[in-house]
Every structure is written in structure tokens, then in C-alpha cells.
């Protein structure tokens, strides 16, 4: 059982900045080898990929909506992925959900997730 708890959300206005944390847990889990995603899903939407990275943090990808505005991270000495969002538009304004999965060549198994926090970013 993997236990991912997202923080950082908040109210923020267009063009500003906030960071995303996601704190994994749980027995037997292995954060090392498993590759980590951001989504998010918008009211009246289905939830999108946002952005992922490689259990050795060697390749990300994100979705091109936010390509040169978002970064994610890894520190896998502290299980914690991190979504920097930069230039932040009011489109952005979503419930923002950690993942978790195990990959084989370049797709991911998103088996585990998070709760969701909350971005809302004001015009």
C-alpha cells in the first residue's frame, strides 16, 4: 500500500508561483524505482497529465500546455516529487493529484494516488 499526500496548494493570482509537494509512504515501497506524475482535473473535465519523471529522475515529460511554465522534481532521499509552477494562468485552476507507478520502457502504470490539493489561480 503506497500512501501519497499532496501540499501546497492555495489561492495565487495570475502570473505568480507555487510549489507542489508530494510525500510518499509506505511498506515495501520503493519511491526510487517508481516513476512519479502530477494531473490534474478541472470542475466539468477529466483529469489531465501534467507532468512526469523517471524513478532516476533522468527524463521528464510534460504536457504542452504547460511546457516552459512547470517543472517537476524528485528527492528520493526524501520520497517527496515537486511540481514548480511558474507564470501561473487562470486555465491552470484545477485539483492537483500525485501519482505513482511502476514503468516499462517509455509508458507508465499509474497505480497509486493521491488525494488531491487544490490551485486556483485568479485573473
Known amino acids: 500500500q503506497v500512501q501519497l499526500v499532496e501540499s501546497g496548494g492555495g489561492l495565487v493570482q495570475a502570473g505568480g508561483s507555487l510549489r507542489l509537494s508530494c510525500a510518499a509512504s509506505?511498506?515495501?515501497?520503493?519511491?526510487?524505482?517508481?516513476?512519479m506524475g502530477w494531473f490534474r482535473q478541472a470542475p466539468g473535465k477529466e483529469r489531465e497529465f501534467v507532468a512526469g519523471?523517471?524513478?532516476?529522475?533522468?527524463?521528464?515529460a510534460y504536457a504542452d500546455s504547460v511546457k516552459g511554465r512547470f517543472t517537476i522534481s524528485r528527492d528520493n532521499a526524501r520520497n517527496t516529487v515537486y511540481l514548480q509552477m511558474n507564470s501561473l494562468k487562470p486555465e491552470d485552476t484545477a485539483v492537483y493529484y500525485c501519482?505513482?507507478?511502476?514503468?516499462?520502457?517509455?509508458?507508465?502504470?499509474?497505480?497509486?494516488w493521491g488525494q488531491g490539493t487544490q490551485v486556483t489561480v485568479s485573473s
Open positions: 501519482a505513482a507507478g511502476p514503468s516499462s520502457g517509455s509508458s507508465v502504470s499509474w497505480t497509486s
Open positions: 519523471i523517471s524513478w532516476s529522475a533522468g527524463s521528464a
Open positions: 509506505g511498506r515495501s515501497f520503493s519511491f526510487s524505482v517508481y516513476a
